[in-house]
């Protein structure tokens, strides 16, 4: 059997009667695996097909209850709205014949959604279409305020500092691959700036940061568009766990905000785009500023200085670990990603009197 027709036998568990025309492999995300389906069925002809990585999601059957949990509430939201084109505004989730939305086959987790048809994600979009996502990302967290069911941390911990630094430490610590020696600098750098970045751990502990229900992965293809610029869906939902709004806000500016790539080699490209910055943070205000506290809103700038940091521990962690956790195109890809982060990093700290200045500006 090869792999299409592997892939059509799982498809079939969660479509018994379709017919499947081909299958071919969809996105660029660095953790799961994708596939668009194509069916000669009327009554729909296309889906996703994904692998769940479940090293990295290790308790997938909670991963699906919060997913389900999640798409639910806002389905439900859409329709006491009388919202036109809810099939299009919220993911649907295909159910095995066991009666689960996912399917093991004794070595891979696999789940099946309807793809949403005429729409299109971006690695990169124009000050308008950030201004929609913010809007979007916004009303996400607002829609899911008011969620019944409590989440799962499908990863613990994970966007937590404090965590991914001690994390950090360890790998150079181990020193795995014989990497730690050469990446010195860049660890001393990112020492240098620990106690500030690990801020909201402590706000929280104070009491004085609340967590709510976040989608943890904002990256800007994480959000489905028409093909006239609107926003349609928010996607990508293995994540979406109690955290705190920084993250939302910060992943976003972190992957849509930066004016070169996650993995630019030429660092020159790699600064804060300020009117993505602009657009999106206005965007989000309009929706979600009715809910934040003002500690939040303050923190916005740390939470766009943040997620660089972040992701730059976790890249250079992974690569000192021997790249067991992002996929990976090169060797020493992790370490490019992770000195493309720190530029990003650098440019956000230049820029974080302008970012609170815009703020004030937009609240006050
Ligand atoms: P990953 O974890 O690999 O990033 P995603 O769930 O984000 O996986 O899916 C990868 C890409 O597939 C998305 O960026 C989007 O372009 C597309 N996609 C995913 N789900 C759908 C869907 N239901 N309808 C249309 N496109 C989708
Ligand atoms: C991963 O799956 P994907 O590509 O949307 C990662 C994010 C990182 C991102 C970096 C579960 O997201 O946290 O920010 O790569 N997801 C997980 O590009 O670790
Ligand atoms: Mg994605």
Request: aromatic share 10%; charged share 25%.
């Amino acid at each position: 059997m090869n792999l299409e027709e592997k892939l059509g036998t799982i498809v079939n568990r969660f479509l018994p009667d379709g017919k499947i025309s081909a299958i071919r492999p969809f996105g660029n995300g660095l953790i799961n695996d994708s596939y668009l389906v194509e069916s000669a069925d009327s009554y729909h002809p296309e889906y996703i097909l994904q692998r769940i990585n479940h090293h990295i999601f290790r308790d997938v059957d909670q991963l699906q209850r919060n997913i389900l949990a999640v798409t639910g509430h806002i389905r439900n939201k859409l329709l006491e709205r009388n919202e036109p084109d809810i099939e299009r505004k919220v993911l649907e989730f295909m159910v095995a014949g066991d009666g689960k939305s996912y399917y093991f086959d004794g070595e891979s987790y696999w789940r099946v959604m309807k793809f949403i048809p005429d729409s299109v994600s971006y690695d990169s979009v124009t000050p308008e279409y950030a201004g929609y996502a913010g809007r979007a990302f916004g009303q996400f967290q607002y829609l899911l305020s008011d969620l019944p069911d409590e989440l799962g941390e499908t990863i613990p911990g994970f966007h937590n500092m404090e965590l991914r630094l001690g994390q950090l430490r360890r790998a150079a610590a181990v020193d795995r691959a014989g990497r730690t020696k050469g990446v010195k600098d860049l660890l001393t750098e990112l020492e240098s700036r620990g106690d500030e970045m690990c801020k909201a751990e402590r706000l929280y502990r104070e009491g004085k940061l609340p967590k709510r229900v976040c989608h943890c992965d904002t990256k800007v293809d994480n959000i489905l568009f028409d093909k006239k610029g609107g926003v349609l869906c928010v996607i990508d939902l293995d994540t979406v766990m109690p955290g705190f709004i920084f993250s939302d806000y910060g992943d976003f500016m972190r992957t849509a905000a930066n004016t070169g790539a996650e993995d630019d080699r030429n660092l020159d490209n790699v600064n804060l785009d300020v009117a993505v910055f602009e657009a999106f943070t206005q965007g989000y205000l309009h929706t979600a500023g009715k809910f934040l506290t003002d500690i939040e809103v303050e923190n916005l700038p740390y939470a766009a200085a943040l997620f660089p940091y972040m992701q730059c521990v976790r890249f250079l962690a992974d690569y000192l670990d021997g790249d067991s956790y992002y996929k990976i195109d090169y060797p020493g890809h992790n370490l490019i990603r992770a000195k493309a982060q720190f530029k990003l990093l650098r440019s956000m700290e230049e820029n974080t009197p302008r970012m609170s200045a815009f703020i004030e500006k937009c609240t006050g």
